[in-house]
């Protein structure tokens, strides 16, 4: 139990060992408001010198012994520290959490925390799944759950199956985490879950979801949950958005068909809504989700205009900004798309939650019929061309795989031989380190031969100068010289033979010989050259001083 004051005192009973003197109750540190520092000031020398300011910085309790056996577990009590405050450097971006990095602070929105929790909430694959409600992952608490709640990756990898049904396979999934290596697992398969999507998972880690990290986190969900809500806008889905192609006003230039096709989702959204207001006649032009619709007119009549009226006019004509954004609410929740923004959330021109309603809006409530006969004969021509554009764009793509797949292939080959060659380097390597194996052995029992036959030689000359009657000194002296004339004719032998006495000359230890004698004579012609120069000039100064010229 870590973190936990001792109860009672603790005594050693080993080998009924003298006690231990009862340890003092530990004090929790107390956070010192910390001292504005000041900056430094020009003195003179006169002044008396400013005495250093002592920063509050309690030290940590000391640690208890460790556990052995047989004896009561010592819990240890280790400080808390205060969190560092952050200041909020844009006043128009609430804050609710933040966490400080190396490059910098990250400003955490409680509007964008509760938004994706009511969108993860009303999700019906995600509210009715069994394994999160027999976790007790769902519903989600905005306030205060929704980290807490991802940690294990339950929740995440539900997520993504839900916007994507396969995405994660299910038999991978750890249904009821229990560790941290079965948490780390579910992570893995969200942040591989999620590259399949196409979400960018840069600098994400399964330890960074695991602790909650709030930027990281909702980074993610939003990722998501913008896949999800932009994956029908496109004419593919929804082939009455080629009238859009015309333009929605002065500053969107027409496209073809191709090109519309080829688009972003965002750009699809604010020609449709540029359509709309062109269509009511309302004299503006949105290009962006967050300064163009802070007034709230925009929604006003985009929602009359895709609800044939059902929605009135009346917010257009309040002057107050605020009363005007509550009718505009109101307007959304009669058509069932009041998701992801608040009033508040309009006044602020949130861009990331303003393109969600927007999205929630246009797949509920297009707003836009199939096109006319004219209309239709016009995109079966584009579209014509457009297959036309296709077919060849398609023989290319062919040829360049084609030519993509021989390249590889050759590649391979090249990859194949050179191991193939790498592999009979090493086997030639083996042979001559056998090779040489073999003769060191050779010349081992040899040596040991030669050795035998000067030992029997040495016995038989001992018996007979003991046979001569030669003294001992004698014998030894005639001994010791017959073994030096051995060994000299075994030491030639080997000269001549070109094989070293003990050990084999290497090519590293030849070219480290060569080495060194090369700069032994560099170092000699150094010096040789350096003798020379000062010779020469102590000659110089001799000639200077008996010409008297100083």
Sequence with gaps: QVGQPYSQPLTHTVAQTQPYPQPKPQLQPQI??????????????????????????????PLAMPVVSNLPVIPISLPLQKPRSVINTNPEQPVSASSSSSVGTHYISKEEQRAFV???????KISQDKD???????????????????????????????????????????KNPRTIFESTENQNLVILGAKKLGCSVVNIGPQDLIEGKPHLVLGLIWQVIKLDLLSKVSVQEHPELCQLISGGSNTLEP????????????QVLLRWINHHLKNAGYNKTVSNFSNDIQDGSVYTVLMNQISNGHCSLDPLRETDIAKRLDMV??????LGCAKFVTPSDISSGNSKLNLAFVANLFNMHPGISLPSMEDLERLRQQNAQMASILSEAEARLRQLMADRQLAEELQNMEIQAARERELERQRQLELSEALAREEQQKENLSYQEKRRQKTEEIQKTSAFLQRENYSESQQRDYERKIIQDQQQNYLQQQRTNRYPVQTTTTTAAASRQAKQWYQRRVLFFFFFFFFLLFAEFYRTIDKVRK????
């Design 32 to 61: 010192q408001p910390q001292i504005p520092l000041q900056q430094p000031q020009v003195q003179s020398y006169s002044q008396p010198r400013p005495q250093p300011v002592a920063i509050p910085n309690p030290r940590p309790q």
């Design 547 to 550: 010409k008297k010229i100083f």
């Design 329 to 334: 609410w109101r307007n959304a929740q009669s």
């Design 255 to 266: 496209m073809s068909l191709q090109q519309m096709s080829q688009i972003a989702p965002e």
């Design 132 to 174: 999160l409600m027999n976790a007790g992952l769902v519903p989600i608490n905005p306030d205060s759950k929704l980290y807490q709640n991802v940690s294990n990756g339950l929740l995440l990898c539900k997520l993504l199956n839900a916007i994507r049904a396969g995405t994660v396979p299910e038999a991978q999934i750890k």
């Design 118 to 124: 009511e969108f993860i909430n009303s999700h019906d």
